[in-house]
């Protein structure tokens, strides 16, 4: 549809996001709801590049992220009827499923650590309109704050989440006490956590 | 629950990004399984991944991946949620316990009052994980930390300078913290404690336990 697509070309970033983020959120629930393959390819374009990036920034191969990926996308597809609002946006949900799949990976022997994680959200509860809404917005208010933050916080979240690297680690690279890594990654998330709950 | 001693916003991150060492990190998500205040942090704490996610640099599949995976599809059902638990222990534990309740732990006794088990943990981790049993009125001598130690209550009660810790407080302590906590509810004050591992930290559970059993 060329006119949508103008009409988005004229809208702000920050829009545009948040329809992309509505969009996705609508993949998911048919996803849940119908089986819809369809709908599960838009949600596979759009995040297994993203994940396979990630899986590569953290030391995997290109093979073991292609197989890793793919895993993590048939995770996605069984439990998206588990999704809720409550779990955070649909990336923050796709983030945590790629996590989980690849910590219980490397850890295997009882290790399902972040799979308890995933017990004690709040059950079916029917998304009122402002919280899907909201959970639209969260990825892009995050990114927006992610960019606003100083560069020494962001460095150490980026380090943190992309990059794998425990606290210890990163100030043994940096050559800077744990206590001031510690203390500079609170000050980035407690500005994004205000954010956070002035949209929710 | 009503929870006074919460996990830092650093051990909150470490959690979500998925860089927390596995015996903090089974301590840690104890803690938000019984503590509602914590697990919307945690999310928040999530919400940085989903972000960075979003706003992130694309590595393209393989059109051979994405048919497979298209493929598969048919063959897998959707996940269910899990049945309830019957456990009296937070799941993250119960899973690390292998379904061991507390009354069928096999306690070493390392002084009158004092006993520790040592939960297994996978090959090649970085932290220990023990369960601590303190009997009522015990005193532990003060000590430091060698290195990050995230303690939470189970059953019973301690008190230190930070105050009394109650079933599910958590004591997220660094290296350099000194306490001296005191089992004082009349009861046995049973913790479970992450350490990072005695290769990198040999003297933890020395210094602990050395005025008791002279390790």
């Given at each position: ?28 629930s048919r996803v849940a709801q119908f089986r819809d393959r369809e ?162 | ?215």
């Amino acid at each position: 549809m060329p006119q949508l697509q103008l009409y988005q070309s004229l809208m702000p970033k920050l829009d545009r996001d948040t329809v992309l983020a509505e969009k996705l959120a609508q993949a998911l629930s048919r996803v849940a709801q119908f089986r819809d393959r369809e709908a599960f390819a838009t949600l596979f374009d759009h995040f297994a590049p993203r994940i396979k990036y990630f899986l590569m920034r953290k030391g995997s191969n290109a093979e073991q992220a292609e197989d890793l990926v793919q895993e993590a996308m048939i995770a996605i597809w069984s439990k998206a009827a588990l999704y809720s609002p409550e779990k955070g946006s649909v990336a923050t949900w796709a983030f945590t499923v790629a996590r989980n799949l690849r910590i219980d990976r490397l850890r295997r022997e009882r290790a399902q650590l972040y799979e308890t994680l995933e017990d004690f959200d709040a059950e079916d509860e029917t998304p009122s309109a402002h919280e899907s809404l909201a959970r639209a917005q969260e990825d892009t208010a995050v990114s927006r704050a992610l960019a606003q933050i100083p560069e020494e916080q962001r460095q150490l979240l980026i380090l943190s989440y992309v990059d794998d690297v425990p606290q210890s680690e990163i100030a043994q690279r940096l050559k800077i006490p744990l206590g001031t890594v510690k203390s500079r990654m609170r000050l980035g998330y407690q500005r994004l956590r205000k954010i956070l709950e002035q949209i929710s | 629950m009503n929870l006074s001693h919460h996990l830092d916003d650093a051990t909150l991150l470490a959690l979500a990004s998925g860089t927390i060492a596995h015996a903090h990190g089974i301590v840690a998500a104890s803690h938000v399984a019984l503590c509602p205040a914590c697990a919307k942090a945690l999310r928040n704490a999530e919400a940085i991944g989903g972000g960075l996610l979003a706003e992130g640099e694309l590595e393209p599949v393989s059109d051979m991946a994405r048919a497979a995976t298209l493929a598969s599809l048919d063959g897998v059902a959707p996940a269910q949620r899990k049945p309830v638990r019957k456990s009296e222990l937070p799941a993250a534990l119960d899973h690390a316990l292998g379904g061991l309740n507390l009354d069928q732990i096999k306690w070493k006794k390392k002084a009158p009052g004092v006993a520790l088990f040592d939960v297994p943990m996978p090959k090649g981790s970085t932290s220990a994980l023990k369960l601590l049993s303190i009997g009522p009125g015990r005193v532990m001598p003060e000590h430091g930390h060698g290195g990050e130690e995230l303690t939470m209550v189970l059953k019973g009660s301690y008190t230190d300078h930070m105050g009394t810790f109650g079933p599910g407080d958590v004591a997220d302590l660094d290296d350099t913290v000194e306490h001296t906590p005191v089992a004082d509810s009349g009861e046995t004050c049973i913790c479970l404690v992450a350490v990072e591992a005695p290769t990198r930290f040999k003297s933890v559970w020395a210094r602990l336990f050395q005025p008791f059993v002279g390790i």
